[in-house]
C-alpha cells in the first residue's frame, strides 16, 4: 500500500507541468443581429472557406433604401429652403435698420403727430417680428436638418449592417435561413480566424509564477512558444486552476488534442 501511494505521488510530481489542449482557432467570433429583417441570401456552400469581401449573409434591406432616398430628396429641400430663408433675412435685416434709422428720426419730429409716430412705430415692431420670426424658422429647419441627417446615418448603418461579409476569417456556420425573419440579437452566424491558433491551459498553482519564463513543449517537441496570457486569478470553472494561453502557427488541422509541457530553461 504504502509502494503504491509512493509511485502515485512521484507520478504526480513528475507529470506536474504536464497539459492537454485542443489546438482552437486564433479567434471565433459570434455574429448577432442588430437589425430587423429577413434574410435574402444565406451562402452556405461558402462553410468552410476563407472569406474574402464578398457577402455570405444578407437580410432585407429595400426599405432602407427607400426611406434613406427620401430622406435624402428631404434634406435637399430643407437645405435649399434653408438658403432661401437666410438671403429674405438679410432683406429684413436691411429694412429694419432703415426703418429703425427712420423711426428715430420722426420720433423727434414735432410736425409729426403721434398718429404717425405709432405708425412708424408699430411698422418697425412689425419688421422686426418679421426678421425674428424667419430667424427662429431657419432655427427649426436647421434642427429637422439635424435630426434627418441623423436618421440618414442610421440607415446607412442598418442598410451596412444587413449585409455580412468578414474577409480573412473562415466562415464556419450560417444559423439562419432564406425566408427566415430574424430580431434584434439572432445569432446569424460564426466565423473564426485560422491564421494563428491559440492553446489554452489550465495551471496548477506550483507553476503560475513561472510560467511566462518557462519552455514550451509541444508533443514532447521544444519550441519557441512562450506562455502569451496568464490569469493570476483562479478559473471559475476549474477550482484553484490559472487559466494561460499559447499563440501558436496555425495548423493543418484544428481542434486535435496537443500534450504541452512547460520546462524550466
Do not use: C, W
Not at 436638418?145 to 446607412?156: C, F, N, P, S, V
Not at 435561413?177 to 498553482?205: C, E, F, H, R, W
Not at 493543418?252 to 524550466?264: A, M, P, T
Request: hydrophobic share 40%.
Amino acid at each position: 500500500m504504502k509502494l503504491l501511494m509512493f509511485i502515485f505521488i512521484v507520478t504526480s510530481v513528475l507529470n506536474a507541468n504536464i497539459y492537454y489542449s485542443k489546438v482552437e482557432p486564433y479567434e471565433v467570433r459570434k455574429i448577432s443581429s442588430n437589425v430587423v429583417g429577413t434574410v435574402v441570401t444565406a451562402k452556405e456552400e461558402m462553410i468552410g472557406e476563407k472569406l474574402s469581401k464578398s457577402i455570405y449573409l444578407e437580410i432585407d434591406s429595400q426599405l432602407d433604401r427607400d426611406e434613406l432616398k427620401y430622406t435624402q430628396e428631404k434634406l435637399d429641400y430643407l437645405r435649399n429652403t434653408v438658403t432661401i430663408n437666410e438671403k429674405i433675412l438679410v432683406n429684413l435685416k436691411n429694412s429694419l435698420e432703415r426703418k429703425r434709422e427712420n423711426f428715430d428720426r420722426v420720433k423727434e419730429m414735432k410736425i409729426k403727430s403721434s398718429v404717425e409716430k405709432d405708425r412708424e412705430f408699430y411698422d418697425l415692431v412689425a419688421s422686426e417680428n418679421s426678421y425674428l420670426a424667419t430667424h427662429k424658422e431657419i432655427n427649426t429647419l436647421k434642427t429637422q436638418i439635424t435630426d434627418l441627417k441623423l436618421r440618414k446615418a442610421q440607415l446607412l448603418r442598418s442598410i451596412k449592417d444587413k449585409k455580412l461579409s468578414a474577409e480573412g476569417y473562415a466562415l464556419y456556420s450560417i444559423d439562419v435561413k432564406v425566408g427566415q425573419v430574424v430580431n434584434k440579437s439572432t445569432p446569424l452566424a460564426t466565423v473564426v480566424d485560422t491564421t494563428k491558433a491559440i492553446l489554452t491551459i489550465y495551471l496548477n498553482t506550483e507553476d503560475v509564477l513561472d510560467a511566462k519564463s518557462s519552455v514550451v513543449y509541444i508533443d514532447g517537441v521544444k519550441t519557441a512558444y512562450r506562455v502569451d496570457r496568464l490569469l493570476d486569478i483562479a478559473d471559475s470553472k476549474n477550482i484553484s486552476k490559472y487559466k494561460a494561453q499559447i499563440i501558436i502557427a496555425a495548423p493543418k488541422l484544428f481542434s486535435k488534442l496537443v500534450k504541452v509541457e512547460l520546462k524550466d530553461k
